[in-house]
Nanobody
Framework: VQLQASGGGLVQAGGSLRLSCEASGRTFSSYIMGWFRQAPGKEREFVAAISRSGAIKYYADSVKGRFTIFRDNAKNTVYLQMSSLKPEDTAVYYC?????????????????WGQGTLVTVSS
């Protein structure tokens, strides 16, 4: 599967952005989907993940209550709605697909990765 992330940009603190990740190839609904981010000089970290049906969602504590992950299997797309953005949310955001059984926060469990989209939050 190929993943194409989009929607990043420059936003002021307190603002909102919606990231999209469109998948092509194998049936999108076969994949658990996740969002990760990597800030300069830091390791890639988990942001959110969603089960195949969308019924199960997990969030990092740092984004809980501010970010929402959801998917539209008919459009082969997973989204990350980000609100109340903070400067510390600045990072390259990656979407990833996992053929596994259990929704996971571990990046090494994911089989496919998108190219990343940059989110910059100014103070």
């Amino acid at each position: 599967v190929q993943l194409q992330a989009s929607g990043g940009g420059l936003v002021q603190a307190g603002g909102s952005l919606r990231l999209s990740c469109e998948a092509s190839g194998r049936t999108f609904s076969s994949y658990i989907m996740g969002w990760f981010r990597q800030a300069p000089g830091k390791e890639r970290e988990f942001v959110a993940a969603i089960s195949r049906s969308g019924a199960i969602k997990y969030y990092a504590d740092s984004v809980k209550g501010r970010f929402t992950i959801f998917r539209d299997n008919a459009k082969n797309t997973v989204y990350l709605q980000m609100s109340s953005l903070k400067p510390e949310d600045t990072a390259v955001y990656y979407c990833a697909a996992d053929l596994g059984v259990v929704v996971t926060q571990k990046p090494y469990e994911y089989d496919y990765w998108g190219q990343g989209t940059l989110v910059t939050v100014s103070s």
